[in-house]
């Protein structure tokens, strides 16, 4: 994708095809004018004709008369307006062959009077839970509830009171009617971003169906529209690096969830997130003390902290601070203390000074004493009560009652003090496990431990975890066809997923893999069809212990270990994450050259060039793409060496090298390869930035058909935003058949919003726009993938929707220097992406004046002559008149 060719001209001239007042209202009223479809499609039908024949008798191809019955042609922004003389005869051939008057045809728009709104009732996905007794932290509240924007970060360590606060401050705003919306999402109950993302657009849209891939965009225009949003994230750091191993502290490991924070640091109208973690957001640093505001908990003072004791049944009037201080002022672990001695000491507060703090259990202080206290109060529970605890620390999302009853009904280790009892008897049990503060309901029949006490009770089992895992695992098991086909229907994938997790748990290791490669289908059924990137990254980040690639579990051979980090950095890529993406790619190298095997280490050569092309290291990629060919031919595998020489001569176009280009492509042929899917892409986009649209179309087509069997709907939206470039390049421009072709790449963003196919979408979007002068729906588009470009890190699209951006203000005549500017600076930024500088020193140059535009526009000229530019006379022309 390169700028487009819209000429600069007048403001006005966007607003030339309209007529003044009087006339029919297709060409200029001043109102937003709309295409009256459903009348169209109704007196089609009251007709009894089909879409075909009512093309014929139109003069029009059915694709382009779909358009018109759907709607589609009415635009965002601007509604429907005629632009060209064909769209104006097509108007008149439906009036005169339907029978219907060119003023029915197209009508004003009447605005609608919006409702007094009536206030927002708040959604809890989550229940947080509540303490039992909350005493202080009144600055802490009063900085929640003042009315600011952004992002607060709440942070501390594990125990500190964090969720607790948040808790106290959502349950302060009531249930509403609220001026803006509340909804809260608890990262401990489910890790699952994409079911985040659904149930917050459906909140935030007001129950409006979104598809998967539109969700994230969605909720950012939603939460940007006005009212005064409050979104509550709950436990963020399960989602982020701990900074252990080679994992980086704070970052959030899903793109599309760290793009979503980035964006409401920068600002979503009057909307603000409030999260907790143990972890500083660093993704979020470069706004700390603007968008981001950390509120870091300490711990409770020595008042506060007797107030607690007091509340917990301690004796009032006595010195309690001593029993304070002795755990640091660590919310949980005076709780703890308080409930243990208020109900096994009678709340003598000397018995509770015996307690020994001191044993070194473990490195962090708190933690250590906390663990003391724990410990004592397993001393003194029931059986029954120890050993449900003990069981459910060993489901971090929590656990429903019948899950226990399942455990009790197994009896034996697994059961433990638990063996005869049903569901009846166990709820009570777990009730009064709640009043005492060890557990926390999470859904009415579902709870949960904190991970603290998780941790300690955890230690008490006395038979294997895994066993346990075992029992859930087989009830699953009883619901599902483990042999079948892929599952395609999500509440399957998620009990597949469930499945797979138990198994794993069980330390069934290899059969929980077999579940991923055979039942769900690995990479190529998960990601390449179904498009649930963001499930497989988490279920093959499940096999690597602390989320770390480069700790792949031992217990699988090799070669599945290798082609589950191959994966996984198929996953990041496809999310936006090409850092991730290229760490998975370098460790897949190193286990598969260790092996010894020369196809997978090429295989991984060629992904990760591909990503460094995409992140705009094109030299590097350049000496990766010969490195994966050298190692191919060693291989004697053709079919990969014609890969990687593919991929070299798309690289070596972007340096613009374009005869070396054109010698690899020949090369890679000659090889005896017959161009499929990407390397045929790359060849199809080599040529159309030449000018050969014949060729390039030609290119393209060859591969539609066969990617449709194969199921390969992302490479599919991939060819479809290269046809609808090529309808926009030839020597009649054609944006309706451009904007067909936006329509059927968008039906797979809008399932799996693949990032570098969206940032394609956003592009031919634009380039439509500009082509139609519909320039308020060009900037969105602009802007909506340079920021996507750029948080990703896509450097080759940052440099082109920088120079969309100066092609639209040259047209509009508006902030023309500041665009400019700003492209140069993003061009000049990759020199070595000779194709975006030499665009960008030509729209530089058409924006000055006197000696700067002859500079840039001869440093374009000279640019532009050695990439064989078709472009390079209207740049001569231009520096002729200088």
Known sequence: MHAGTVRPGRPQDEDRSRAGPGKTGYDGAPAVLRFNHELLARVRTELNLTQEAAAAAAGVDVRTYRRYESGAVNEAAEGFVVRNASRRRLLGALSRELGIAESELVVAEVPKEEEAPGGWRPCHAHTLPRARH???????????????????????????????????????????????????????????????????TKYFASGAEVPAGERPQALQEALAAGPPHVVVLDGLEVLQGSGLDDTTYGRIGDGALRRLLMSAARGLGAARVVLTTRFEPSDLQAWDGAGLTTLRLGGLSPAEGSTLLERWGLAAGASLRPLVEKVGGHALSVAMLGSYAGTFLDGDGAKAQAIALEPAAR????????????????????????????RLALFPAGAEVELLARLAAAGGAVAGALAGLDAAQIGPIVARLERLGLVARAAPRRYTAHPFVAEYFRSLLAGPPAAIHEVEREHLIARLDVHGPGPHADARLDTYEALLMHTLRAGRTGEAASLYFRSLGGFSHLGLQLGAMSRGARIVRAFAEGGDPARMTTELEPGRRARLVYDWGLYAGALGDLAQASRCYRIHAALVREAGNLEGLTTSLRALAYTERLAGALTEALQLCEAAAEVAIRADAPGDAARALALRARVLHDLGRVEAAEAGFAEARALGDRPFARRSFWAAEHALALGRVAAAQAEIESNLAGLHELGWAGHRAHAETILGALALAGEEPDPDRASDHLARARTWTTATGEVEVVLRCHALEAQICLAERRFADAERAIRSGLVLAETCGFGLFAVDFNNLALTRALAVGSVVDEAAAQALAAAQARPSYAWGLADALHLAGSAATGAQARGLLAQAATLRAALLHPQLAATQAMLAKC
């Open 363 to 390: 490195d962090d202080v708190q933690a250590r004493r906390l663990l003391v206290v724990l410990a004592a109060y397993a001393r003194a529970l029931a059986p029954e009560e120890r050993d449900l605890v003990a």
């Open 134 to 200: 909350f005493v202080g932290r009144e600055e802490a509240l009063a900085l929640l509830r003042a009315p600011t924007r952004g992002v607060i970060a709440v942070v501390a360590i594990g125990g500190a009171g964090k969720t607790a606060l948040v808790e106290r401050f959502v349950a302060a705003l009531g249930e509403g009617p609220l001026a803006g919306g509340l909804f809260v999402w608890s990262f401990y109950d489910d890790t699952r971003v994409e079911a985040f993302f659904a149930a917050a």
